[in-house]
């Protein structure tokens, strides 16, 4: 799945990621920054994510992020300010952390604050699963172009093994 | 030195070297417009403190060009860790400056935290950073892309630059423009 996943971006020419790591998207981490195809890039704070991501695509290239739900709570004041109002088009893959398949105690919170945060900015967001990615992302992407804003991916589960 | 003089010292540099810069809100992009108003500048009017993470982002997508992230000390404060990014990134193509009046310009001149950091010792703390250099001494530079190099503009706290700037989405679609030849609002494809 992770293959068909790389193979999908390579194909959409998504090749510059960055992102800052969640348990759940560990293994994509992994395969893309051991995948010379493709040039990710850690971010040390999810903020960097949206800024790194921004550049990117306003100097010509397709671009991905990857936190969990709380990076993006932790960028809402960068994605605002120069992700909606630059219009940078990427696409922005969320662990959303703290549903139903999470029994951590530090997560439920990330889940709801996400929730309110994205309905009050009217954020659209599209839930997947993990094996509709490879699909899901070059629609993604396309959408971002389309709207002129970042389109958001949330994945509620661990990938499978 | 006055911050307009330091964007002239960076401007001549970027001009040497057809370098693209990325400048911070406020002081940084209207100082920098004010110099010359290049198309390789993108201006950002919106986010404090991004300049060093879009500049990233732009030397990741423009290897073969030189790109110069020109922050204000209280915009890199509020992103210092860009620097950690940036240093374990260590791309060859990106300088980053601040410009360090030790003031929030546009904030009625109130003083930076960043009086506590020593900007010239960045590389020893973020050794991917290969050499901080004077913005009086980029001359010295002797090899631009053998970055990434870290530049102290010790400047004055003074006048607010003039305006008016230019409007995001422009500033976007010129840069991307000049970069590809393809304005980002003729990018998608139309499905009527
Ligand atoms: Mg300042």
Known sequence: MLNKILQSLYEADIRIVTGTPDGWIVPLIDALANDDRFQYIPAAREEECFGIASGAVMAGKKAMVMVQNSGFLNSVGCYATLCQKYQTPFVVLIAHRG??????????????????????????????????????????????????????????????T | MKQLEAFELLTAFAEKHDALIVADIGSQSLWLKAVKDRVQNLYLSGPMGQASSVALGVAAAQKERLVIAACGDGALGMNMTSLATISYVAPKNLIVAVMDNGVYEFTKGLPTPTLGVKWAKVPGTFPGFKKTFAVDALDTISDPFGGPYFIHADIEPGPLPPGPGLPAVIAHDRFKNYLTGAAKTTASPQQC
Do not use: C, Q
């Open chain 1, 99 to 160: 549903g139903i398949n999470d029994s951590n105690s530090y997560d439920p919170n990330k889940f709801r604050a996400f929730e309110a945060v994205t309905h009050g900015m009217n954020i659209f967001v599209h839930n997947a699963r993990w094996e509709d990615l490879p699909a899901i992302l070059p629609k993604a992407y396309a959408r971002s172009i389309g709207a002129g804003e970042p389109t958001f991916v949330t994945v509620t589960e661990a990938p499978p």
